[in-house]
């Protein structure tokens, strides 16, 4: 392995090299005098939590922002990025966290509109499925974008950053949204990229991947560098000292002994969200009070629908069996969100800005839109009791926000995600559905919003996770089942749910005789 | 060939000025202004004069300015209604069809009961009880309610198409106004034509007990101007103070946050347009009962197309509402003026009224966005 400070071997120049970068914003400095050199063919990772600056510096390279002060060099070469164009005519491509992509477009037209002229529409497709089968990121070129998941929407930017053929591809917490087997496959793609002279920088916050993947690793915190390491030779304890200045605290899971059950699904059939949605074929599940279940699964599953047929966005229909969702004893199929949270059914969506909560719209008005703390005789709001629960939530769950009335928008996207469940913890609820828990949120808010799930359990709660991190499924659960193709496994106890065999089953392939058990199993304790 | 062309780009600022934003329909005001002092020029007027008969001569003293309040009392209420609409993404259009439906209905209600001397004395022969039970005090009020219901029932059919057809609410809402207009037109030339009007298309006069009272003698401002006052508070809160605006709120902004806090789209839907229907309807009920006292085939003339522009220029805020109705009425009296004093044609109201919504929306475009101008690099193959 090379010195930290010195360049590979082979390559006397970095490609890339950054010397003092300044950025300011109103009332914050978001990088402060940064420096980072990329190798040729070097996998550098940068680590840091949300709000350290990670973003601006990759808009920075991008070209997307331009920096206050500092250089860059390209090839050695002191280089203006004056627009994302610029930087792409260099070869560096980025994939960002948030897509950028045209809701109404196909995955091909979507791809297409990025590319140079005088490439048909049907060879873009076609180069889509073989760089998707090459990579294992398989994606329908003729699917629209809204119909797509989150996962497989990314998996459309990582296609389309890799048909610019790049010298240096930016990843943005890629592996957020893949499952294990994807993160195996993205890792060998990304390592053959590196290896046929592509540089990576891949900002990411999980430190295991870090020191799985990365050559390299410049560390940020508050805008400024704290360390450039060889991660293979950090301990994760001390790249998060470096991350964070202190080692979050271990999750505490007490025993609980499970009770009646308070969410049961029976033989549940559903269209897809969309044409292109995946329906959901005869699902069962069950939840106890005072237990989690995860179901894990690649995105675009069925998780969508799932989700929504619980929360009661989507109602069973007429020709359906209402009783096919049960809360505690009441058939709940065909009540609508507002029902059921009155029964004490909560949920925590996926998107946080437009669904979870409004972007123009203050904290304290976010409130209302599952809380009636703000809602007086009559139907008048009360905004002093809105401003109250807004406060509270806010000191309760360490929100980072100017007052109750900050726009929901003005947050990040970990400091939202922590109001939107601290919103749905505080209304004490009996069974909770939480989609993405921790999706794109930092060490330290994500560590919390756990421990808040887990103390929810302890209070005798049923929760069920969704998510598409397998870890996060793993420390927090007690059993899993596993999604695909619309259909869902037989539960599994998290002691018997090693990454191998999940990964197995998020293909369908789960023993059919363990399931026909389950299915007979559970038909009574449902009823 | 190198070819170099300079291509203005829009990129949008980080956080629009709030002062800008209320500034907005002021610089548009100016803009128009402007053009029109320019149209003057070219149409051979004195700007000044051209200018000063829109903008100063409706406000000097109380007649003229009398007649500034009651043109702006119908924008202002089709406008409040509208401003619930277009708050909850539903696209009304057709606040015109609901004003002259609450002008019919609301006609046809003060005929009824307006004593058997009236062209339907045949049609209410037996219906002296009626107007009997119906004693003189609640004889207005009925009128006025027979107007909120026609409208609301107009905008009932493009809330019912698009609630059972997913029929668009914007092209359904628009050709009403057509069927309204000839409906009124079959009314007034057909059965409701006042036998002894010399075969003029309108109906009788309402009788006395029926009129909406003025407010000052001398002048034909009415009550309608105070409940239009009254209007605005009350949809203040209604917007900012209440749960089921709230709800409409939210549906408009973020559906899909509407749909996970279960706030019925359907709702929605009707909730806002009975309530614009009902609003265009008095609107229209109040200017039969108030000024006109008959109905003719030119009961509107387009308040509630102009109203679209009041909700706009005001920025669907109540109190703005208030404000750009009157500006819009003062346009709307300053062109009848042009026709009399500068022997202008008459649409040049319709010029000014189109060139303000869009200076206002080139405005708002420029508060949200900074323009960036670059060159276009010739594409080298």
Known sequence: MSEPTAARPGSPTPRLQLEGITRHYPGVKANDGIDLHVAAGEIHAVLGENGAGKSTLMKIIHGSVRPDAGTVRWDGEPVQLASPAMAQALGISMVYQHFSLFETLSVAENVWLGLPRGETLASVARRIEAMGASYD?????????????????????????????????????????????????????????????????????????????????????????????????????????????????????????????????????????????????????????????????????????????????????????????????????????????????????????????????????????????????????????????????????????EGPASAARSLSGGNLQKFIVGREIDAAPRVLVVAQPTWGVDVGAAALIRAELLALRERGAALLVVSEDLDELLTLCDRLQVIARGRLSPSLPIADASPARIGEWMSGLWPQAVMADAAAGAVPAAR | MMRVTLLPRFEPRGRPSAAMSIASPLIALLLTALLAAALFVALGKDPWRGLSVFFIEPLSGWRPASEVLLKATPLALCALGLSLCYRSNIWNVGAEGQFLLGAIAAGGMALWIGGPQGALGSLAAGDGMFAALAGRPLQLPLVLLAGVAGGAAWAAITALLRDRCNANEILVSLMLVYVAQQLLGYLVFGPWKDPAGFNFPQTPTFAASTWLPPLMAGTRLHWGFVLALLAVPLFWFVLFRSWRGFQLDVSGQAPAAARYAGFSARRALWTALLISGGMAGLAGAMEVAGPLRQLTPHVSTGYGFTAIIVVFVGRLHPVGILLAAILLSMMLIGGEYAQSRLGLPGALTGVFQGSMLFMLLACDTLIHSRVRWRHARPVSS
């Open chain 1, 137 to 401: 990121l398989a994606v329908d070129p003729g699917s629209p974008v809204h119909a797509l998941s989150v996962g497989e929407r990314q998996r459309v930017e990582i296609i389309r950053a890799l048909l610019g053929a790049p010298r240096l591809l930016i990843l943005d917490e890629p592996t957020s949204v893949l499952a294990p087997q994807a993160i195996d496959g993205l890792f060998a793609t990304l390592r053959r990229l590196a290896a046929e002279g592509c540089s990576i920088l891949y900002v990411s916050h999980k430190l295991d991947e870090i020191r799985a993947l990365c050559d390299r690793c410049t560390v940020l915190r508050a805008g400024r560098v704290t360390g450039e390491v060889v991660p293979a030779r950090e301990t994760p304890a001390s790249l998060s000292q470096l991350m964070i200045g202190t080692e979050p605290p271990p999750l505490t899971r007490t025993n609980v002994a499970p009770g009646q059950v308070a969410l049961s699904v029976h033989a549940l059939s559903m269209q897809g969200e969309t044409v292109h949605g995946t329906p959901l074929e005869q699902v069962s599940l069950q939840v106890r009070t005072g237990e989690i279940l995860g179901i894990a699964g690649v995105s675009g599953n069925g998780q969508q629908a799932l989700l929504a047929a619980l929360s009661g966005e989507r109602t069973v229909d007429r020709t359906g069996d209402r009783a096919a969702i049960r809360l505690f004893d009441h058939p709940v199929g065909r009540l609508g969100p507002r029902e059921r949270r009155r029964l004490g059914l909560h949920f925590v969506p996926e998107e946080r800005l437009g669904r979870g909560a409004v972007p123009a719209l203050g904290l304290d008005r976010n409130t209302l839109l599952t809380r009636d703390e703000g809602v007086g005789r009559g139907g008048c709001l009360r905004p002093d009791a809105m401003r109250a629960l807004a406060q509270r939530l806010i000191e309760r769950f360490g929100v980072r926000a």
